[in-house]
């Protein structure tokens, strides 16, 4: 099974900033990385797929990278919207597995 | 987005069953877990013919996933639940049989309790 690592577990940041998440695999999952936004209340939304690919009526300002086993999520300009938990998952191989997430609060 | 509507959840004592429903049109569909602690848990595929489902080990043996022959409606039976079952179940859709999703419904609580 791939774990899924994400850091930091929560970080506080102010509308306006540029904002990096990492997430990290045990192995190497090549490209096979989807990102989702959770807001309080709602099922997770697809932000990235492809590991850099952006889903549909994403805005720009959310960005993925990487390839192997880091990757990272960033936001280049947080608004108030985007407060909310951020989970990484991989599709490489069986079982399908998310990180731990990361919550991105109002500081 | 939000086209897929869960139902079926509720209160069940350990060792009883439940059975999950998710209204859909034909594309292979995963069920997936988040638990009070809010982690994120795949638990069950099925293709979108039918032809092929794969389970996660935590709950193989005790669930199964189903679709009916209009393929509009899938379905995840869960049966000798146990307390660590409790969870929000969504069902996921996977649009390009690519193991990512693009559109999740808004979830069916099931408490496993005595």
């Known amino acids: 099974e791939t774990l899924m690592t994400q850091s930091p577990a929560s970080l506080s940041v102010s509308p306006g900033e540029r904002v990096t998440l990492s997430c990290r695999a045990s192995q190497d999952i090549r490209t096979k990385l989807a990102w989702y936004q959770q807001k309080s209340g709602q099922a997770p939304r697809l932000l990235i797929y492809?590991?850099?690919t952006r889903a549909t009526d994403i805005p720009p300002r959310f960005s993925g990278s990487g390839s192997g086993t880091e990757f990272t999520l960033t936001i280049s300009s947080l608004q108030s919207k985007d407060f909310a938990v951020y989970y990484c998952q991989q599709y490489d191989d069986w079982p399908i597995t998310f990180g731990g997430g990361t919550k991105v609060e109002i500081k | 987005q939000a086209q897929l509507v869960e139902s079926g959840g509720g209160v069940v004592q350990p060792g009883g069953s439940l059975r999950l429903s998710c209204a859909a049109s034909g594309f292979n569909m995963y069920w997936v877990r988040q638990f009070p602690g809010k982690g994120l848990e795949w638990v069950a595929f099925?293709?979108?013919?039918?032809?092929?489902?794969t389970y996660a080990d935590s709950v193989r043996g005790r669930f199964t996933i189903s679709r009916d022959n209009s393929r509009t409606t899938y379905f995840l039976e869960m049966n000798d639940l146990k307390t660590d079952d409790t969870a929000i179940y969504y069902c996921?859709?996977?649009?390009?049989?690519?193991?990512?999703?693009?559109?999740w419904g808004q979830g069916t609580l099931v408490t496993v309790s005595s």
């Open positions: 492809g590991a850099s």
């Open positions: 099925i293709l979108y013919d039918g032809s092929s489902r």
């Open positions: 996921a859709r996977d649009p390009n049989n690519g193991r990512w999703f693009d559109d």
